[in-house]
């Protein structure tokens, strides 16, 4: 399985402030995905991230504010930017897991990054 | 629009019972359902998943059952032990339709007394 690392583990910043979150892959990997998970609700998925072309973004996020870079196959960065207590959430990046039998259509999901907006 | 809906927010069950976690849907272009657990500050790892051509999955103490017509999913855990207590997240994904992406339900946290 694939080894996936968030920075930073957990922040709490000031509105208005924007902070990138890092995501570390071990392999090489096509596509990286981007999800929040708001308190008490389920993971939604920001954006796809494919290397050498933009983002796609999920109806109701826009890169403005959540912009994403994906400079090569292992590495990518979710910004959240003028950020407000709204923002508050869990960011977690994954990866496609193998396409063997019984697996297709899996991910494997980073650590998280736990943000606190006051 | 939640199109993937677990309507449990919580579950406790005693160790060597059976835990029964359910989830609905709406979406019919999904073809692929997968189960997650969570632990608190990690993120979800994958347990176990279902093509919509099955009606049932089974690995070890897990056992996913699905159900076309009442578009419905159930994960059994038997035995339950206390290690299994987690949060359970059920996902869906149109493989073929919508690029795979996972749409999740807002899980199910499940509770194993010894």
């Known amino acids: 399985s694939a080894v996936i690392s968030q920075k930073p583990s957990r922040d709490i910043c000031q509105r208005g402030t924007s902070l990138t979150i890092q995501c570390q892959v071990d392999?090489?990997?096509?596509?990286m995905f981007w999800y929040r998970q708001q308190p008490g609700q389920s993971l939604t998925l920001i954006a796809t991230?494919?290397?050498?072309?933009?983002?796609?973004?999920e109806s109701g996020f826009v890169i403005d504010k959540f912009p994403i870079s994906r400079p090569n196959l292992t590495f990518s960065t979710l910004t959240v930017s003028n950020m407000s207590p709204e923002d508050s959430s869990i960011y977690l990046c994954?990866?496609?897991?193998?396409?063997?039998?019984?697996?297709?259509?899996?991910?494997?999901f980073g650590p998280g990054t736990r943000l606190l907006v006051l | 629009d939640q199109q993937v809906k677990q309507n449990s927010p919580s579950l406790s069950v005693q160790e060597g019972r059976i835990s029964i976690l359910n989830c609905d849907y709406t979406?019919?272009?999904?073809?692929?359902f997968l189960w997650y657990k969570k632990y608190p500050a990690e993120g979800p790892t994958f347990l176990i998943s279902?093509?919509?051509?099955?009606d049932k999955n089974e690995d070890g103490r897990f056992t996913v059952f699905l159900n076309k017509s009442a578009k419905h999913l159930s994960l059994h855990i038997v035995p339950s032990q206390p290690g299994d207590s987690a949060v359970y997240f059920c996902?869906?994904?149109?493989?073929?339709?919508?690029?795979?992406?996972?749409?999740f339900g807002q899980g199910t946290e499940l509770s194993v007394k010894p």
């Open positions: 994954s990866v496609p897991g193998p396409r063997g039998r019984g697996r297709l259509g899996t991910q494997y």
């Open positions: 392999s090489q990997v096509t596509m």
């Open positions: 991230a494919n290397q050498g072309s933009e983002a796609t973004y």
């Open positions: 979406n019919s272009m999904f073809d692929y």
């Open positions: 279902i093509s919509s051509i099955k």
């Open positions: 996902a869906a994904s149109a493989l073929y339709n919508q690029g795979g992406k996972l749409i």
